[in-house]
């Protein structure tokens, strides 16, 4: 809002209330502060520099695995001899399984034993203490000799006094002793024993050290690893893995994400090695369980094929078919054989010594055949011999009785062969009869050898499937691979994770900027007073001389050649009040009243530097002290004591006797206000007051009267009839703002006449002011602030 005097053509005094926002306004409020925001944001890089130099730094490590995995393209294991036989099912790798395996709290545990991450080594500093990890002088074993769950973290301290002893200091400070490099110090809960760091190279190794080291419960430092640790997959259709830890030490950070992945593939080997060790115990008694059992069946199967004289049964069912065949057409052979040597026997009988016998009808070796060709043979010659002579030739004779006789041997030789095919044919139908009765046990023997042979067949497939699982099973436990394909080894950024450099500052930055924000803001929030001319403006509508910023001379009166703004101000003041009284008539005094709302304002202080200016403008001016309650010019201006009581209550006729020439100023009198009275209000309504004013009216240009606040008592009211103006003043950071009602109703209801408004003790820092003019402009009578204030704009 703005609030502007200005006099139209009747030279009627106009108020020009505009409202008015402005951004910029808002911003001055915090502009006028902005030493406070550079101090501050400067404080915050202090204090994050001195954050960043105390505070231990986190470093992230890293590491990227190939989990064998079928559902996702792994490599997965493949190999379970027991789901191959059928005993188990087959169980397959899942990426989600080994994150959660990974993230275990036994697996970190295990890696926690297995680097010694339980223990801290602390080196002492003069500034800074910092943590040693693989540098620590000494390495220290606690054995415990309690249970896991009672044992609690142990400091100790060592310092190295030798290069074979040093001492010993437990938790309270207390010495332990001397000892030994590599003794064993029993203690209370446990055994120590302290090291040499094997690392460490002896032509740098100090004797003389000082080192703290804290070991934990290895239970109570699994859940610091579980919450540094995560676990997540690079991609969506991949079993890749990434790692990270962090930690303050980045290799210790990088050691325990490698052993951390070795564990993890050891303990997988051990599973898979597991499976297959129980499969290969399992196949070792099977196989010896079937070994029993194939022995037992072999010798069934033996015992059978002794009791029945079998060796192969379809070799010799087929032998059988074969040899009776072979003995029919013996018997069959031996039949006609015995039927052709009993008709060639008949016909021998009827033969004549001419008749020849048929010959190459007998099978077989036999003298018969022999016999027959003879006999033949000499009957052709007897036959030949009797054509040219008579049976009575001795030549036919002689062969005749050859013939005979060798009849009688062919005779007896067919008689024999008979007999012989007889015995044979005979011996030939019992051997078929046998032969006959063996092919009809045949199916039953072979029956019975089946059900044996059945069972010799299948524990044979059984025990030969065995010892092929048992050669897979020792190749798979020679030749397990991983669960875990090492990508990318851990490594440690060498850039802290945490705090960021950049982001301590520029958070400071923002703190520094946000602290004086919301400081003021509070500030002004919570301060309910009045502080600047654009509240007046934006609460009232009543005119506005100006304001007068506070004065840092010691100085309480203005003098001719003052160049102060105080000074500049009450000047400017004094040019608008002139707008204000542009009504009153020629040839009279101007009277001003000055009051405000409650003491401690500043209203004496307007009054006496507005009468001393208007007096230094060459006019005559009256100051007249009307706080006849509270009179305080007298710590302005040396003044008579005696004043407007004593003239009001009659004990002073004379005025002149009572006003008092101020020395060092020309036409500039005082008028106080007298001894305090009993009855202040009585004088103010007595008639003589106004008689005063007349009488002093005619004598002066200028009368400024200092009068009582006006929410205190009602003296002001009372006599502000003789005023011409009334110039309200409003002290800065002093009157609260709720109490702006009381002068917004004086002057709505009019009961101050001519009102305006004077906001006093206003700073000038920031505020628009000193543009030229000598309005704060070439203050070389000012007394210079102190640092502190200069800074802060106070």
Known sequence: MKNTIYNDESGTTQDNFTPDFSIREELDKYLFYWRWFVFSVLLSFVL???YLRYTTPIYSASTTVLVKDDKKGGLASEFSGLSEIGLLGKSKSNVDNEIEILKSRTLIKKTIKDLRLNYTYIREGIVKTGEVYKEADVIIDFTTTIDEGKIRTKTVKIEGISSTKFNLFGSDGKSMGTFNYNQTISLEDGKLTVVKNPR???????????????????????PKYTRGLSVALVGKNTSVLQLTFQDPVPQRAEDFLNALVTLYNNDAIADKNLVSEKTSDFIANRLQLITEELTVVEKDVESFKKSNNLTDIPSESVMYLENSSMYEKSIIDTQIQQNVIASIINFFKNSTTTDLIPANLITGESDANGLIEQYNKLVLDRNRVSKGATNLNPVVANLDQQIKSLKVNVSQSLMRLQSNLEIKRRNLNNQDNLLSGKKKAVPTLERKFRVIDRQQKVKEELYLYLLQKREETALSLAATENNAKVIDVAEASNIPVSPKRASVFLMAFVFGLLLPFIVIYIKDLLNTKIKTRLELDKRLQI??????????????MMNTNSRSSSAEAIRIVRTNLEFMLSKVAPGKAKTIFVTSTIPGEGKT?????????????GKKV????????NPKLAEYLPINPKGVTNYLSGKEVDLDSLITPLKNYKNFDVLSSGIIPPNPVELLMDDRITKMFDELKSRY????????????VTDTILVANNADAFIYVVRANYLDRRMLRIPEMFYNEKKLPNMSMVLNDTKLTNKGYGYGYGYGYGNENETKKPWYKSLFGI
Request: with cysteine.
């Open 543 to 556: 005119p506005f001389l100006g304001d007068i910023p506070r004065s840092e001379s010691h100085e309480e």
């Open 200 to 222: 460490i190279e002896s032509s740098k190794r100090s004797n003389e050290f000082s080192l703290v080291c804290i070991i934990y419960p290895v239970h109570r430092v699994v």
């Open 48 to 50: 994050g520099y001195v």
């Open 605 to 617: 202080f307007v009054s006496v530097n507005v009468a001393g200016t208007i007096a230094l403008s």
């Open 701 to 712: 240009d200028y009368i400024i009267v200092d009068t009582a606040p006006v929410s205190l």
């Open 622 to 629: 009256l100051l007249i002290g009307l706080d006849v309650r």
